[in-house]
């Protein structure tokens, strides 16, 4: 039986995912920030919503299929865009990527992935949008968002809720620094890891050398390890609307804002012409006070209405998550943690089992309260005084 024939839930695979990666580097993919308030909120707020089941319901024909932006997904769940796959797994975005298009769902490459875009066009097939951190030098975001269309990326996500760096206070505490720095500690972390070291670390230092951010701009894609390449791509204290309104005007495909959580920025963001908003919290990775994004979910989307795509991350453990962000007005969701667990601990058929867990899940989840197709997903399935909880924007404990 191999590790992930053991895994049963995104829990086992986080479990084993902890046995895997050296301390530093799961704590990075798995923690939040400061006293990670908003990590725990994520999964309250999902937790807290109950629902009813409905009975006598053929439901035999239940299909999750969706369309996002005009085109088929196989369920209402994409890939979130994130930094680490590559230090999960060799080539992790590339495994990763691999198992969203088996699945038919969009994959999200991260600008600060290490495996390059045109590698993933070429090699990953599928659905690919692609996710933008704003240089200050705002002519080489320019540059990189061009090379994404080049590679036929159909969605561009810019990330507007990591103004500055966030307080994540594991990281130095492991000796685990982005850029890298070879620690004492995160060495002897890394030495007491061996498996690891073989199949990831030493992968790469026998084929390609010390990993490069191999999406940054030609002036920066230096290796992990300098501080040339990272020391600008967070510095997005400057961006605003009037950087939307260009993006807008130079990316031809789906334009997405990720991290859009009030529902006055939303409708800001429609007038901009974007067409899609990822109500997110980055995983409780930033701002620990940040409102759990279920719960801020319900008052965009009922701004929003059909004007554009609303999506939702951060906190998504289980297919029944992804029923109750449908009901509360999400046409999809993102997951970050849940398919990189999975990735750390069997790279694409790791990845692939993380969304079959989640996609079994959801049509249980479906099937239980009724629903034959998600256009049927509706607060209908919720327990609860409905009227109350549409406007308190979140679902009543039971009285
Ligand atoms: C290890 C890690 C790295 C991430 N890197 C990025 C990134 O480079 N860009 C970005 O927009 N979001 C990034 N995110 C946030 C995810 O896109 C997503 O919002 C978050 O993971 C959703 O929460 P979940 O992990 O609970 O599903 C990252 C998340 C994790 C866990």
Not at 64 to 78: E, I
Not at 156 to 165: E, G, H, K, N, Q
Not at 226 to 242: F, G, K, Y
Request: overall charge positive.
């Amino acid at each position: 039986m191999s590790a992930l024939d053991r895994c049963y839930n995104i829990n086992d695979l986080r479990l084993a995912a902890r046995r895997r990666l050296p301390r530093g580097v799961f704590e990075f993919v798995d923690r939040g920030s400061e006293d990670e308030v908003a990590l725990r909120n994520n999964r309250a707020g999902f937790e807290r919503i109950k629902l009813r089941h409905r009975a006598l319901v053929d439901v035999s024909g239940r299909n999750l299929a969706t369309t996002l932006f005009g085109k088929p997904a196989s369920m209402p769940m994409a890939i979130a865009p994130t930094g680490a796959a590559g230090l999960c797994w060799h080539e992790g975005e590339l495994e990763l990527a691999r198992a969203a298009a088996s699945a038919k769902i969009p994959f999200t490459l991260a600008t600060s992935a290490m495996t390059s875009m045109e590698k993933i066009a070429k090699e990953a097939g599928g659905r690919l949008w692609f996710q933008l951190y704003v240089w200050k030098q705002r002519e080489l975001s320019y540059q990189l968002i061009e090379r994404a269309h080049r590679n036929g990326f159909e969605a561009l996500i810019i990330t507007v809720d990591t103004i500055v760096p966030p307080n994540r206070e594991y990281n130095p505490r492991n000796g685990f620094m982005l850029p890298f720095h070879a620690t004492p500690r995160f060495i002897t972390d890394v030495a007491m890891h061996p498996q690891w070291s073989a199949r990831v670390l030493m992968k790469y230092l026998t084929t390609i050398g010390m990993p490069r951010y191999e999406n940054y701009p030609e002036p920066f894609r230096r290796p992990v390890t300098s501080d040339a390449s990272v020391r600008d791509v967070m510095r997005q204290e400057t961006l605003c609307w009037d950087d939307i309104r260009i993006f807008r005007d130079k990316w031809p495909g789906v334009l997405m804002l990720k991290g859009i959580n009030r529902p006055d920025d939303a409708v800001k963001a429609i007038e901009y012409g974007v067409d899609g908003l990822i109500v997110s919290n980055h995983g409780g990775r930033n701002m620990d006070s940040a409102v759990a994004s279920i719960d801020a979910l319900p008052e965009v989307a009922e701004a929003v209405g059909e004007r554009a795509t609303v999506i939702l991350d951060s906190g998504v453990r289980r297919g029944s998550d992804i029923v109750k962000a449908l009901a509360l007005g999400a046409k999809a969701v993102l997951t970050g943690r849940a398919t990189l667990y999975g990735t750390a601990v069997g790279g694409q058929a790791g990845a692939e089992k993380a969304i079959g867990v989640i996609r079994n899940e959801m049509d249980k989840t479906m099937a239980y309260t009724g629903c034959r197709g998600v256009e049927e997903v509706t607060t209908d399935i919720f327990f609860g005084d409905r009227e109350a909880n549409r406007l308190r924007g979140r679902v009543m404990e039971p009285v």
